[in-house]
């Protein structure tokens, strides 16, 4: 073991670094990047950070409400309430360490409206709120003496020990083995087991295998929300997001022939939650045999757009569409976990010791589809949950002895062939997009079943591609599992 500490926190999103932040001075926290800090999916998120903070136009009530609609009721009545009733008092906070939340006149933060939402209640930084929280966090937590970030580092394996854990990690071609009495996964979601996503490139469940492999509890990961505009790029596996905040500012949705279709599915229109849009979607993709959708908010001022929607006007015009004059393509792709890791008000798993928040964690607070905007206050708040709870341990238990060590895998072995990660997305792409295709499911999962005991039946030279194809494969047996099963959704 090269060294022990307190706490391990496993990525670097909202969650893990709001986590390591809110662990009081005395407590040595390990804070691991798989590459480097900012990239993640919490620095893609666009829209902003949903929370009641004018309780005369709002009330936790409504955005109680408001989540459980969206989530079809099959959300945890109290996680909602946590996240709501908590959440205001995380978003001062960081707006309180700095992070550039857009202001009105009067110093107030300006508030918006997304799909789902009965009030304006979303603050943001433009249109790059997770970059604005996940850069300002950034440079906080590294201030802070007790934290150590160990970023560009590959967490390869994780093993219960007596009073804790040993996590393993691949840097610059080296294995690192850490100690700890309490480990923190805050890895991020799945985007990579589909072939079209709007998640980051490290976006692979690691989090959720490793927790599925310790023992952990994995709940509702066939619960995938496909967001309904993303770019519609033609060779892009990584695809950029047209923010809800678009839909919330007046733009509307237009099928090939050039026509309003959405309200013909909901009487909400383009402001329908996600899944519910995806669907209108795929659903006219049928009926008028054609893949193309657009999104026209070209009656907006141009200097508006340019103004409230900096980064999407940007990413658009680097692909050709300028979207103060031009329709902006757009059709469903894979976007965010609702499932994962189960964990309880206190972000602790069925494992003693393991603990996890953000998307790959299972809150419960999103039932079967999120609502817009939640998921970085789900992120905060009980990121911030798990980083007192594990405090209160410590002091209340102190610090244990970790007990043996195990026998550490070598790195070395034969390369793994080519082709499993991309065999794994088109299946899943087929046979579980937003309508799926039961018919599939059987030959699907013994498809992926086949791969997942290939990965681990041959010893393999452990890189990072091996450790994504096997965290990939668990993934996705996972999912065809549960809804071969019919396990409810």
């Not at 009073?163 to 996964?185: A, E, P, T």
Request: hydrophobic letters at 35%; charged letters at 25%; proline letters at 3%.
């Amino acid at each position: 073991m090269d060294k022990k500490y307190d706490v391990v926190v496993i990525g670097t999103g909202a969650a893990g670094l709001y986590a390591a932040l809110n662990f009081p001075k005395n407590i040595s926290v390990l804070l691991v990047s798989k590459r480097e800090l900012d990239l993640s999916n919490s620095s893609l998120a666009q829209g902003g950070v949903a929370c009641v903070l004018d309780t005369v136009h709002d009330s936790y009530k409504l955005h109680i409400t408001d989540t459980l609609i969206a989530g079809k009721y099959k959300n945890n009545l109290s996680a909602v309430e946590k996240l709501v009733s908590e959440g205001p008092s995380d978003v001062l906070r960081i707006k309180e360490l700095g992070v550039d939340f857009d202001l009105n006149p009067d110093g107030t933060m300006c508030k918006t409206l997304e799909a789902g939402h009965s009030r304006h209640r979303i603050v943001h930084h433009k249109d790059s709120t997770g970059k604005a929280i996940v850069d300002r966090l950034i440079e906080v937590v590294s201030t802070l003496p007790n934290v150590t970030i160990c970023d560009n580092s590959l967490v390869y394996s994780i093993d219960k020990a007596l009073n804790g854990f040993y996590v393993s990690i691949l840097k610059d071609g080296q294995s690192k083995h850490f100690g700890c009495n309490y480990c923190v996964l805050a890895t991020g979601g799945i985007g990579r087991v589909y072939k079209y996503t709007t998640n980051s490139a490290i976006a692979t469940g690691d989090g959720i295998a490793f927790a599925y492999m310790l023992g952990a509890k994995i709940s509702h990961l066939s619960r995938i929300q496909f967001h309904p505009t993303a770019f519609a790029a033609e060779k892009d596996r990584e695809r950029f997001l047209i923010s809800e905040a678009v839909r919330g500012e007046g733009a509307v949705l237009l099928n090939c022939k050039g026509e309003r279709f959405a309200f013909d599915y909901d009487s909400r229109g383009e402001l329908a939650p996600r899944d519910v849009v995806s669907n209108a979607i795929i659903r006219e993709s049928i009926k008028t045999n054609s893949e193309n959708f657009y999104l026209d908010i070209t009656d907006k001022p141009a200097d508006f757009l340019k103004e409230r929607f900096p980064m999407i006007y940007q990413r658009c015009l680097e692909e050709g569409v300028d979207i103060t004059k031009d329709r902006i393509p757009v059709f469903p792709c894979q976007h965010y976990l609702m499932g994962g890791i189960n964990v309880d008000l206190d972000a602790k798993t069925s494992i003693d010791g393991l603990y996890a928040a953000g998307e790959c964690s299972h809150t419960g607070v999103h039932g079967a589809n999120r609502l817009a905007s939640n998921s970085l206050l789900e992120a905060l708040v009980f990121s911030r949950s798990a980083a007192q709870d594990i405090t209160h341990r410590i002091e209340k238990y102190g610090r244990k002895p970790l007990g043996r060590e195990p026998a550490y895998k070598p790195l070395d072995g034969k390369p793994m062939p080519h082709g499993f990660r991309s065999q794994i997305r088109e299946i899943l792409q087929d046979a579980y997009f937003v309508i799926p295709k039961p018919e599939k499911y059987d030959e699907s999962y013994k498809q992926v079943e086949n791969i997942l005991n290939a990965l681990f039946s041959e010893d393999y030279e452990i890189t990072s591609d091996l450790i994504e194809a096997r965290s990939i494969a668990i993934i996705a047996s996972i999912i065809l599992e549960e809804v071969r099963e019919g396990i409810n959704l």
